[in-house]
């Protein structure tokens, strides 16, 4: 036998070897052998589960951490909930979890858990209904989880993180892919970080939950970005909000809270950039938009006429095609759009600075009778940028007692765009082994990586124009 003889003939043997161990590994076990392993540990011990398939509903009633080391699949056949957790104290790390069910009626998740605290970190979940819903589950944890939904139609979806009655609960670096929302009823003391939703409905939605923190959160190509309702003392901080262009198109939607604090968030190129209904709710409360990039959005702040006690300050309004609308017609009078001497920057300001501090020598009070127009009634949208409004502009500009009050006064505009800080998140988390990834960089062609990065560079594009100002 010569050299390259043997040389084939041992690459066959290897490559036969290799799909023996494949077929070895990927033969279907059931989760009752995950089941026993669980009834023979003790509280709090460690059970390491080989690594293999297993199918069927596995259900965990003892306090331990159950450990895939990124090795186990747990495939529930498109039956029901696929891991149930039933007492406090149990933790799911590094496992794939598979093939819920669909049914509407039963909510079946990839995780339920029904008492807290609990923590759910490093899983992979796919082809779920409901991704991990928490039930009367306080003080837990839900970290570094990618979640991606079946192929349903957005109003078919279930929620990718749902919080019921959970008070306490930490939700930090999670990538949510294609389902509903991740949305918190009832909850409160949370913490919501560095978590990352797109292609869903509400990137992070609240109803009746109070006292909480969202902070570098990534909300991109949703329907809606966040959207509070019924909620109060909330702080959303430097979370990045683009591209949100549903129905709503919502970058941020606020209806009927209080003691809302909006800063530092870069919101851009929405459809609505910030949504104001009634909030605050309450006579003696006030809200304060502050220090935010609302920068491209076809409307950058959108309020009902009765919003009233929000101080809007410091912001940049760059380039979106209405500044600020109200819903409906009317003005927002009740609201302040300067503090301390200091208005918002507004792209469309055309004032001086002679004193050159900074602060414009004439408020911003804009009044535009096509604008007014389209507050009252919005199909008239489609004649943005026509012959008809800039004849209706025309007209305006010759006879000036057409123009409408003004909706809004800033009596400080900044003639300088403000220092923000905003938040440039990391990359989408990832499971993949070290092996494929080098493959798929092997065999990706120039002209793929250059098709990646021209669809990448629109928004990367905003965020830089963003923060330049």
Excluded at 317 to 324: I, L, P, S, T
């Amino acid at each position: 036998m010569n050299t390259n003889h043997a040389i084939l003939v041992a690459l066959i043997a290897t490559l036969a070897l290799t799909r023996f161990a494949h077929a070895q590994t990927d033969a279907a076990r059931s989760v009752d052998e995950i089941a026993r392993l669980i009834e023979a540990a003790s509280e709090g011990e460690t059970v390491t589960i080989p690594a293999g398939r297993y199918e069927g509903n596995l259900r965990v009633s003892k306090p331990i951490v159950l450990d895939g080391h990124d090795a186990v699949i747990i495939d529930g056949l498109n039956n029901g909930t696929v891991v149930e957790l039933t007492v406090p104290g149990i933790t799911i790390r590094n496992l794939t979890i598979r093939g819920s069910g669909s049914t509407v009626d039963q909510e079946p998740a990839g995780i339920r858990a029904y008492d807290g605290p609990i923590i759910i970190e490093h899983n992979r979940f796919e082809e779920v209904y409901f991704g991990i819903d928490l039930r009367q589950s306080p003080d837990s944890i839900i970290r570094h989880n990618v979640v991606h939904g079946k192929d349903l139609e957005l109003g078919r979806r279930g929620d990718g993180i749902r919080l019921w009655w959970s008070h306490g609960c930490q939700i930090h670096d999670n990538f949510v892919d294609g389902l509903r929302d991740m949305v918190f009823w009832y909850s409160e003391d949370l913490r919501i970080d560095r978590n990352r939703v797109v292609n869903s409905r509400y990137g992070l939605h609240f109803m009746y939950s109070h006292n909480t923190v969202l902070s570098e959160n990534d909300l991109t190509e949703n329907s809606v970005g966040i959207y509070l309702m019924y909620s109060n003392s909330i702080t959303l901080r430097r979370n990045r909000i683009i591209n949100n262009r549903g129905s709503s198109g919502y970058g941020i939607g606020l209806k009927d809270c209080d003691d809302i604090t909006v800063e530092h968030n870069a919101i851009l190129a929405n459809r609505v950039g910030v949504y104001v209904d009634n909030s605050p709710s309450s006579f003696d409360s006030v809200g304060l938009i502050a220090h935010n990039s609302l920068s491209f959005n076809e409307i950058g702040l959108l309020a009902t006429p009765i919003t009233h006690n929000n101080v809007i300050t410091a912001n940049a309004f760059v380039e979106n095609e209405e500044q600020v609308a109200v819903h409906g017609g009317g003005q927002l009078n009740n609201n302040v759009f300067a503090k301390d001497g200091f208005g918002n920057f507004w792209s469309s300001y055309a004032g001086f600075d002679l004193a050159g501090d900074g602060i414009g020598d004439s408020p911003y009070a804009p009044r535009n009778v096509f604008r007014d127009l389209l507050s009252r009634e919005p199909n008239l949208r489609i004649f943005v940028h026509s012959p008809a409004q800039q004849a209706i502009e025309l007209t305006a500009r010759a006879f000036p007692d057409l123009n409408p009050e003004p909706m809004f006064e800033d009596p400080s505009p900044l003639t300088r765009p403000p220092t923000l800080d905003l938040f440039e998140p990391a990359t989408t988390p990832s499971r993949a082994p070290m092996l494929a990834v080098a493959c798929v960089l092997l065999l990706a062609s120039g002209m793929g990586i250059w098709i990646a990065a021209r669809q990448n560079s629109i928004s990367v594009d905003i965020v830089q124009r963003s923060a330049q100002t």
